[in-house]
């Protein structure tokens, strides 16, 4: 069954730090998403991407957040410079039509120190 | 704004038997779509189930099967047999349905533990 992949799976940085969170959508889907879920908290979306921009973002997605879908297979998140409340787990998404319900990846554990 | 909200959280059940987890949800849309996703401790996010909300039928998918109540805004998801490999946080989540790629709101999550 068709995987979305994120990597590295745990991640530690410095704060203050940049760093870049990758992902691998299902090749025919059209629809990118980021999530995020601090630590005993609900899942929250950042950002939806399609057809190359930004579809919606939350308020959380503020100026250090980004996306980009550099090579047509590959879906980054890049935090300019990394708080430490941003230590979260962020999962990326993909669909193909943006209702039937996303493919999560396994996510990214984001440690900021 | 959507909010979605998971009154339980946490439950038990025995292995085999049937549990329900609550989700209520506050929305002014008409066309929407509903979900539940599962997270074992693997922190995967999982989807168990979806219903469209034009649609009365309740969906099912093998042991899980949900009781969707539009007027009420109750979406609730009910698992028969519970096995242990069902032990893992539950999410509710909302979908407006009028754009596609519409975000997904979640609720809190329901910890549930089956027993052996």
């Known amino acids: 069954e068709p995987e979305v992949t994120q990597t590295p799976s745990h991640q530690v940085t410095q704060m203050g730090q940049e760093v870049i969170l990758r992902c691998v959508p299902i090749s025919n889907h059209l629809y990118f998403y980021w999530y995020r879920q601090i630590l005993g908290q609900k899942v929250e979306f950042l950002v939806s991407f399609y057809n190359n921009e930004i579809s919606e973002k939350s308020e959380i997605f503020d100026d250090q957040f980004s996306v980009e879908r550099p090579d047509g297979s590959n879906f980054t998140l890049k935090i300019r410079s990394t708080k430490l409340e941003d230590s979260a787990m962020y999962f990326c998404a993909s669909s193909l039509t943006g209702v039937y319900g996303y493919t999560f990846g396994s996510g990214t554990r984001l440690t900021v120190v | 704004a959507q909010t979605v909200t998971q009154s339980q959280p946490e439950m038990s059940v025995q292995e085999a038997e049937t549990v329900t987890l609550s989700c209520t949800y506050d929305?002014?849309?008409?066309?929407?779509?509903l979900f539940w996703y599962k997270q074992p401790p693997s922190r995967q996010m999982i989807l168990v189930i979806r219903q469209e909300a034009y649609k009365q039928q309740n969906a099912t998918e093998n042991r899980f099967s949900v009781n969707f109540q539009k007027a009420a805004k109750s979406f609730s998801l009910k698992i028969s047999d519970s096995q242990l490999g069902d032990t893992a946080m539950y999410f509710c989540?909302?979908?407006?349905?009028?754009?596609?790629?519409?975000?997904?709101?979640f609720g809190e999550g329901t910890q549930l533990t089956v027993n052996p």
């Open positions: 929305t002014s849309e008409n066309n929407y779509y």
């Open positions: 989540a909302f979908m407006k349905g009028e754009t596609s790629g519409s975000r997904l709101t």
